[in-house]
């Protein structure tokens, strides 16, 4: 995989990339952040579909995971016992470091600009399951970034599509029915992640989810109707995608210790109206299946009711009707 360096450090996020598609100079290039323990190669067969719609796909794969530089010692010390602000420290480098990876990917690829009636070119944002959260980081954090790559980011970032984010990825409390096999300490430790692998990829026959009640949500017991989608990957296919060690440490560290620092980020993200004007035109999309692992209702839920008090407007809403977590996985071509 290649590698942009995002820092004086060294550091290096590396990324697939399926190149510009033939035919066209003024296509559009989505960028999409993985979610835990499934990395970047999680998008492969949704890049092989790319080419014949005409768009560039872009996946980068976050510290922690293969290719890309690993969090430090003392990163994994702040997100197990560091303070608040010491973990709001910690979320604000990885989004400058995301965001310089857009930049000077950018600027390396000489991608197209959101043209002047704004129906072509920029880029896509796609943040998916937990990689939602640093998808916002990069939103929340541009009044930070030098003039010249704020500037520039503007003229490319045309939406930000956010596909089921848990409660965790935007720091709002967990329904006290939510369960996963990563946090039910009657498992084997060392066996949790793969239950989790099981458990996320499975279908689920939830109740009326128009009625908006946690009750309705089907938490436990997949639906026998369809196998879940880790059963869909060959071995070759389950060894580029999945990637156990984080899942197992600094993912987890980082969901249940950085609440605060993640709902600050989200709040900032979406309805801040000062971070928006920096990005002018950019829209907001949240996405979630309709029978699909349980973490993400209850949050797609939450960012509705908190759209509607800051006056709404400031997120679009839409379920996928048959979607499970790996939508795009399973149905590639429809997505």
């Known amino acids: 995989m290649p590698s942009i360096q995002v820092d004086d450090k060294g550091t290096e996020l590396a990324y697939l990339d399926t190149g510009a598609p033939q035919g066209t100079h003024d296509y559009l290039t989505i960028v999409a952040i993985h979610g835990m323990v499934f990395c970047a190669p999680i998008y492969e067969r949704i890049m092989k579909s790319s080419a014949d719609?005409?768009?560039?796909?872009?996946?980068?794969?976050?510290r922690d995971y293969p290719g890309s530089t690993p969090l430090s010692e003392e990163d994994l010390r702040v997100l197990e016992s560091g303070t608040d602000e010491e973990r709001a420290t910690f979320l604000r480098t990885?989004?400058?470091?995301?965001?310089?990876?857009?930049?000077?990917?950018?600027?390396?690829?000489?991608?197209?600009?959101?043209?002047?009636?704004?129906?072509?070119?920029?880029?896509?944002?796609?943040?998916?399951?937990?990689?939602?959260?640093?998808?916002?980081?990069?939103?929340?954090?541009a009044d930070i970034y030098p003039e010249a790559m704020r500037t520039r980011l503007a003229l490319y970032l045309r939406?930000?599509?956010?596909?089921?984010?848990?409660t965790v990825a935007i720091g709002s409390p967990?329904?006290?029915?939510?369960?996963?096999?990563?946090?039910?300490?009657?498992?084997?430790?060392?066996?949790?992640?793969?239950?989790?692998?099981?458990?996320?990829?499975?279908?689920?026959?939830?109740?009326?989810?128009?009625?908006?009640?946690?009750?309705?949500?089907?938490?436990?017991?997949?639906a026998r109707s369809r196998a879940p989608s880790i059963f869909n990957?060959?071995?070759?296919e389950?060894?580029?995608?999945?990637?156990?060690?984080?899942g197992d440490?600094?993912?987890?560290?980082?969901?249940?210790?950085?609440?605060?620092?993640?709902?600050?980020?989200?709040?900032?993200?979406?309805?801040?109206?000062?971070?928006?004007?920096?990005?002018?035109?950019?829209?907001?999309?949240?996405?979630?299946?309709?029978?699909?692992?349980?973490?993400?209702?209850?949050?797609?839920?939450?960012?509705?009711?908190?759209?509607?008090?800051?006056?709404?407007?400031?997120i679009e809403f839409r379920w996928v009707p048959g979607a499970n977590h790996f939508h795009f996985w399973e149905s590639p071509s429809t997505c």
Not at 53 to 58: E, P, S, W
Not at 238 to 246: G, K, L, N, T, W
């Open 174 to 222: 967990r329904p006290k029915q939510l369960w996963s096999p990563v946090i039910d300490t009657t498992l084997p430790e060392d066996q949790r992640s793969a239950a989790f692998v099981v458990w996320v990829t499975s279908y689920f026959k939830h109740g009326d989810l128009s009625t908006r009640d946690t009750d309705v949500i089907s938490y436990w017991i997949p």
């Open 94 to 141: 990885q989004a400058v470091q995301l965001a310089t990876f857009l930049d000077r990917y950018i600027q390396q690829h000489n991608i197209p600009a959101i043209s002047s009636d704004r129906k072509t070119g920029g880029i896509l944002l796609l943040g998916w399951s937990l990689g939602c959260t640093f998808g916002l980081s990069i939103l929340s954090n």
């Open 53 to 62: 719609a005409g768009v560039r796909f872009v996946a980068v794969n976050r």
């Open 249 to 314: 440490k600094s993912e987890m560290l980082f969901m249940f210790f950085s609440e605060p620092a993640i709902q600050q980020t989200y709040n900032k993200a979406c309805f801040d109206r000062s971070i928006r004007a920096l990005f002018p035109g950019m829209k907001i999309w949240v996405l979630s299946g309709d029978v699909t692992s349980p973490h993400g209702i209850p949050a797609f839920w939450s960012m509705e009711d908190d759209d509607a008090k800051h006056g709404g407007g400031f």
């Open 238 to 246: 389950y060894a580029r995608a999945v990637y156990m060690p984080p």
């Open 159 to 166: 939406s930000y599509i956010m596909f089921e984010p848990p």
């Open 233 to 236: 990957f060959t071995d070759d």
